[in-house]
């Protein structure tokens, strides 16, 4: 795992701590070719540049996002309030991570994505690659 993503996950409290762990090590198995990194100051992974899955720290929980995930059809995910094609889901307990579901999200991830790498070249205006 990126050295920088460990740390992030070590400096969260016990319970958020269990969470990110059990987050980064389910899409690292179930999405191993991506890159990983810290970027804008939370963990993200990326295709080919694309940021695809990602989770910060809020105060209510750790929100899990994925960045097409408002094309999923899924009724777990909460759809972004913006422009963009996002959707998250806030877990507060590291049991509510249901692989299943993580499983089912992430194959989805790599198949339905938004073109985020090129956002600002089209000034804001997002297409589908996939």
């Given at each position: 795992?990126?050295?920088?993503?460990?740390?992030?996950?070590?400096?969260?409290?016990?319970?958020?701590?269990?969470?990110?762990?059990?987050?980064?090590?389910?899409?690292?198995?179930?999405?191993?070719?991506?890159?990983?990194?810290?970027?804008?100051?939370?963990?993200?992974?990326?295709?080919?540049?694309?940021?695809?899955?990602?989770?910060?720290?809020?105060?209510?929980?750790?929100?899990?996002?994925?960045?097409s995930g408002a094309s999923f059809g899924e009724e777990a995910l909460k759809q972004g309030t913006g422009k963009f094609k996002d959707a998250s889901i806030l877990y507060t307990a590291v049991d509510q991570i249901l692989e299943d579901d993580m499983k089912r999200w992430l194959a989805k991830a790599r198949e339905i994505q938004w073109d985020y790498k090129n956002i600002y070249k089209r000034k804001g205006a997002l297409e589908r690659l996939k």
């Open positions: 795992m990126n050295q920088d993503i460990k740390v992030f996950n070590e400096n969260q409290a016990f319970g958020e701590r269990e969470i990110c762990v059990t987050l980064a090590v389910m899409i690292n198995e179930f999405l191993p070719e991506a890159q990983h990194k810290i970027w804008h100051r939370h963990p993200v992974w990326f295709l080919e540049g694309n940021p695809i899955v990602g989770y910060s720290k809020l105060k209510a929980g750790i929100r899990l996002m994925f960045w």
